[in-house]
């Protein structure tokens, strides 16, 4: 019997809600229980698939080819869990839904309203696709007291009567702010978020405060007493020096073991909480830095490559090195600033991307990463950069690039028109912008003596994609002929998807994304090698 906890946010947005649903998530499974964990996002966009990272931070892909907010990455690197289609909803796919079903009569004439058709519709989604899970966590986007929020909350108030208020948990997250001025703990903001939660009514059962410092007991008792929640139950998140201490955090707050009170579950034994030790005190102590340069056009926005950044520190734990990632700006990048700006890395990364802004930067420091011998990584976009750059300079083609960004080019890269899916063939376009890419989980076969399989130790692999234009196979001897090889490929033999420098240290091309399958307790093998050339490079 599945029991659900909602998990809401107020006061201001990017709270952590994410994070501490997934940490949440991995005590409740660390002590032997099934758990699923699902999003509900109040944006009108279908998914976040055609947002700009400016606009929503990345896009993250599960195995089955959903594009979908980035705390589902939050969820599976805590959780181990993989996401799926089903885990992710927004404003935008409930209303496209609900608008099919009427244009083909499905209301049959009804008038359709948000009560009771989108909300049944979000109650909908909160039960798909639940078989054995003992927990499912539904984290709600937004912040209360937004108006996208309100059919999402109306849904979950909905769904506890219907299934069982003792079925049916309700945290809420808020801030607690500190006045330097005063040198006060407000409390205010809280008790009028959940004002604003009990008025259209939902009583939180758990309030989680996050804070800059940790909240004294009055505080807390004046919580409690203004937002009718039991002491026990006002929970203090303080700002901690890495994400992967949340799970200890919580943990020493007796979250878990709140939640099971709340449900009368007694604990099946005590979370395993020595792996995120062992990997903070990594990250936190470990003296040696490997400064790693990530070149792009969205380095500025934290969140804009968030699995990428997270995957780098997980390769960073495997060697036992801290990243220091020096992000630069692709557009800003010239080709006279190249070594100033990359004297004092040790690797350099050009990450997945679309468009032509900032290009010739990356293909700059692509040509200088391959001549100067620094292990290079080069993922989707970066690997096709990377093609570009070889053809120019090694093959001399000068009008090498890409159909995505210039049709009078000569195509080393070219937009695919089908792709084979698990034996169905599958049409590619660019005309509908949303969901029409080679999304997902997708097989490879690797080279023998490449070090690709050297580092998969594996024949195959199937990594996630995100991506409508490929590589061009038919230049593939003119490659190889030069030492550029084709080490991966589509099982099909015609989609190239990784390529490799022969008389490198460490220069390799992926299509697919890595990150989105690297976890903190268990580093993906291509950035655990990635740092460990780049640690042998910062020591020459």
Same mark, same amino acid.
């Given at each position: 019997?599945?029991?659900?906890?909602?998990?809401?946010?107020?006061?201001?947005?990017?709270?952590?809600?994410?994070?501490?649903?997934?940490?949440?998530?991995?005590?409740?499974?660390?002590?032997?229980?099934?758990?699923?964990?699902?999003?509900?996002?109040?944006?009108?966009?279908?998914?976040?698939?055609?947002?700009?990272?400016?606009?929503?931070?990345?896009?993250?892909?599960?195995?089955?080819?959903?594009?979908?907010?980035?705390?589902?990455?939050?969820?599976?690197?805590?959780?181990?869990?993989?996401?799926?289609?089903?885990?992710?909803?927004?404003?935008?796919?409930?209303?496209?839904?609900?608008?099919?079903?009427?244009?083909?009569?499905?209301?049959?004439?009804?008038?359709?309203?948000?009560?009771?058709?989108?909300?049944?519709?979000?109650?909908?989604?909160?039960?798909?696709?639940?078989?054995?899970?003992?927990?499912?966590?539904?984290?709600?986007?937004?912040?209360?007291?937004?108006?996208?929020?309100?059919?999402?909350?109306?849904?979950?108030?909905?769904?506890?009567?219907?299934?069982?208020?003792?079925?049916?948990?309700?945290?809420?997250?808020?801030?607690?702010?500190?006045?330097?001025?005063?040198?006060?703990?407000?409390?205010?903001?809280?008790?009028?978020?959940?004002?604003?939660?009990?008025?259209?009514?939902?009583?939180?059962?758990?309030?989680?405060?996050?804070?800059?410092?940790?909240?004294?007991?009055?505080?807390?008792?004046?919580?409690?007493?203004?937002?009718?929640?039991?002491?026990?139950?006002?929970?203090?998140?303080?700002?901690?020096?890495?994400?992967?201490?949340?799970?200890?955090?919580?943990?020493?707050?007796?979250?878990?073991?709140?939640?099971?009170?709340?449900?009368?579950?007694?604990?099946?034994?005590?979370?395993?909480?020595?792996?995120?030790?062992?990997?903070?005190?990594?990250?936190?102590?470990?003296?040696?830095?490997?400064?790693?340069?990530?070149?792009?056009?969205?380095?500025?926005?934290?969140?804009?490559?968030?699995?990428?950044?997270?995957?780098?520190?997980?390769?960073?734990?495997?060697?036992?090195?801290?990243?220091?990632?020096?992000? @630069? %700006?692709?557009?800003?990048?010239?080709? !006279?600033? =190249? &070594?100033?700006?990359? /004297? +004092?890395?040790? $690797?350099?990364?050009?990450?997945?991307?679309?468009?032509?802004?900032?290009?010739?930067?990356?293909?700059?420091?692509?040509?200088?990463?391959?001549?100067?011998?620094?292990?290079?990584?080069?993922?989707?976009?970066?690997?096709?950069?990377?093609?570009?750059?070889?053809?120019?300079?090694?093959?001399?083609?000068?009008?090498?690039?890409?159909?995505?960004?210039?049709?009078?080019?000569?195509?080393?890269?070219?937009? @695919? %028109?089908?792709?084979?899916?698990?034996? !169905?063939? =599958? &049409?590619?376009?660019? /005309? +509908?912008?949303? $969901?029409?890419?080679?999304?997902?989980?997708?097989?490879?076969?690797?080279?023998?003596?490449?070090?690709?399989?050297?580092?998969?130790?594996?024949?195959?692999?199937?990594?996630?994609?995100?991506?409508?234009?490929?590589?061009?196979?038919?230049?593939?001897?003119?490659?190889?002929?030069?030492?550029?090889?084709?080490?991966?490929?589509?099982?099909?033999?015609?989609?190239?998807?990784?390529?490799?420098?022969?008389?490198?240290?460490?220069?390799?091309?992926?299509?697919?994304?890595?990150?989105?399958?690297?976890?903190?307790?268990?580093?993906?093998?291509?950035?655990?090698?990635?740092?460990?050339?780049?640690?042998?490079?910062?020591?020459?």
């Amino acid at each position: 019997m599945a029991r659900y906890i909602f998990v809401t946010g107020g006061v201001v947005s990017s709270l952590g809600k994410g994070l501490s649903s997934a940490s949440l998530g991995y005590l409740l499974r660390s002590q032997g229980y099934k758990v699923r964990i699902r999003k509900m996002d109040p944006y009108l966009n279908v998914d976040p698939g055609t947002m700009s990272p400016f606009q929503h931070g990345e896009v993250f892909v599960t195995d089955d080819g959903a594009e979908t907010d980035l705390d589902l990455g939050h969820y599976e690197r805590f959780t181990n869990i993989s996401a799926k289609q089903s885990d992710n909803i927004t404003t935008g796919r409930i209303y496209s839904d609900i608008i099919k079903k009427e244009r083909r009569g499905g209301y049959l004439g009804k008038t359709v309203q948000v009560i009771p058709h989108v909300t049944d519709r979000i109650k909908e989604f909160i039960k798909k696709d639940i078989t054995n899970e003992d927990f499912v966590i539904c984290e709600i986007g937004g912040t209360v007291g937004d108006i996208e929020s309100l059919p999402f909350l109306e849904a979950i108030r909905q769904f506890s009567n219907d299934n069982g208020r003792s079925k049916s948990l309700f945290i809420h997250l808020t801030f607690v702010p500190f006045l330097k001025s005063s040198d006060e703990i407000k409390t205010k903001p809280t008790q009028h978020s959940v004002k604003e939660l009990r008025s259209i009514g939902i009583q939180p059962d758990i309030v989680i405060c996050r804070s800059q410092q940790s909240i004294p007991l009055d505080q807390r008792r004046k919580i409690s007493l203004f937002c009718n929640v039991d002491i026990a139950n006002v929970i203090e998140t303080v700002d901690v020096k890495t994400i992967y201490e949340a799970p200890i955090s919580f943990f020493n707050q007796k979250l878990d073991k709140q939640v099971l009170k709340f449900f009368k579950i007694k604990s099946r034994k005590r979370p395993n909480l020595q792996p995120w030790k062992k990997i903070t005190n990594i990250v936190l102590k470990t003296g040696r830095t490997v400064n790693i340069a990530i070149i792009g056009k969205y380095v500025n926005l934290k969140d804009a490559y968030k699995s990428l950044d997270e995957a780098l520190t997980h390769g960073g734990i495997s060697n036992k090195v801290k990243i220091n990632l020096v992000r @630069i %700006e692709s557009d800003k990048l010239r080709s !006279k600033q =190249i &070594k100033s700006k990359l /004297k +004092n890395v040790s $690797g350099i990364l050009i990450p997945g991307g679309f468009g032509k802004r900032g290009t010739e930067g990356k293909i700059e420091a692509i040509r200088y990463a391959r001549k100067r011998k620094i292990p290079f990584l080069g993922i989707c976009f970066g690997m096709q950069m990377a093609m570009i750059e070889f053809a120019r300079n090694i093959l001399k083609i000068k009008k090498a690039g890409s159909s995505e960004l210039d049709n009078n080019c000569f195509p080393v890269i070219g937009l @695919i %028109e089908e792709w084979n899916k698990d034996g !169905k063939i =599958i &049409k590619g376009t660019d /005309k +509908n912008l949303g $969901g029409t890419m080679r999304l997902g989980l997708y097989e490879a076969k690797l080279r023998n003596n490449s070090a690709i399989k050297n580092i998969y130790k594996s024949n195959t692999i199937s990594e996630r994609h995100r991506h409508r234009y490929e590589v061009n196979i038919n230049l593939m001897q003119k490659f190889e002929k030069k030492g550029l090889m084709f080490s991966g490929i589509s099982p099909d033999n015609k989609l190239p998807e990784i390529i490799e420098l022969k008389n490198h240290p460490w220069f390799i091309g992926v299509q697919f994304h890595p990150e989105f399958k690297s976890r903190p307790l268990n580093p993906h093998p291509l950035f655990s090698s990635f740092i460990k050339a780049a640690k042998s490079f910062n020591g020459k």
